[in-house]
């Protein structure tokens, strides 16, 4: 188990500019999620895989948030057109699917600044 | 709505003193509830969880937590807090029928010498 790894830690960009991130789960999960945070805020859910299925989506994901997970192993989320108001914390968890109620393992996140 | 509320932002207490952090939530059925604990610049860790079955539950680093049906809660306590403990610890519930996990807003702990 070498946990839930992202990549990168973190991430500079100017206004108007695409970014993309990556989430490697721990390997036997099917489940993935990604989630967002701000400075004094939990986490905010933004979108689940169940393998290479997106399940649900938050309305917090604009039509400039994509995810995907084309193998149902890691996954990407990308932001285009970045606005200031994207800077955040961008969590990757991943879950077994044996379970329904399995806990989330966290990778150590994407620190995302708009300028 | 479905939500998580976590009644303090920031907590301070001595090391070796006693620490309850709070946390209700609103939900129609019993969810699956956690808490985690975040260091700066890290992910989440789960300290420990609850299902079903003893109200009691223990989890890692000497944490426990309590889940009170009747007063919608689930709040986590340590008996001696150690300078170590200091971070940000949040409540989280998973609403039954779906797999999304709801999370609390946080309470930041101070630990003093």
């Known amino acids: 188990d070498t946990g839930v790894s992202q990549n990168p830690r973190h991430k500079i960009t100017k206004r108007g500019q695409n970014v993309t991130f990556r989430c490697d789960p721990i390997s036997e999960h099917n489940r993935l999620y990604w989630y967002r945070q701000t400075l004094g805020q939990g986490p905010e859910f933004l979108t689940y895989f169940q393998n290479e299925a997106q399940l649900e989506k938050s309305r917090l994901l604009s039509d400039r948030f994509s995810a995907e997970r084309p193998k149902g192993s890691f996954s990407t989320l990308e932001i285009q057109r970045t606005e200031q108001g994207d800077s955040a914390m961008y969590l990757c968890?991943?879950?077994?699917?044996?379970?329904?109620?399995?806990?989330?393992?966290f990778g150590n996140g994407t620190r995302l600044t708009v300028t | 709505a479905q939500s998580v509320t976590q009644p303090d932002i920031h907590i301070t207490v001595s090391e070796g003193a006693s620490l309850e952090l709070r946390c209700n939530y609103s939900y129609g059925a019993t969810p699956y509830l956690f808490w985690y604990v975040q260091s700066p610049g890290q992910g989440l860790q789960l300290l420990l969880k609850y299902f079903s079955g003893d109200t009691l539950v223990q989890g890692i680093k000497g944490f426990e937590a309590e889940f009170k049906r009747s007063q919608s809660s689930f709040n986590l306590r340590k008996p001696s807090v150690h300078w170590s403990d200091a971070a940000e610890y949040f409540c989280a519930v998973l609403l039954s029928g779906t797999y999304k996990y709801i999370f609390g807003t946080g309470t930041r702990l101070k630990v003093l010498a």
């Open positions: 968890a991943s879950s077994p699917g044996s379970s329904g109620n399995s806990p989330l393992h």
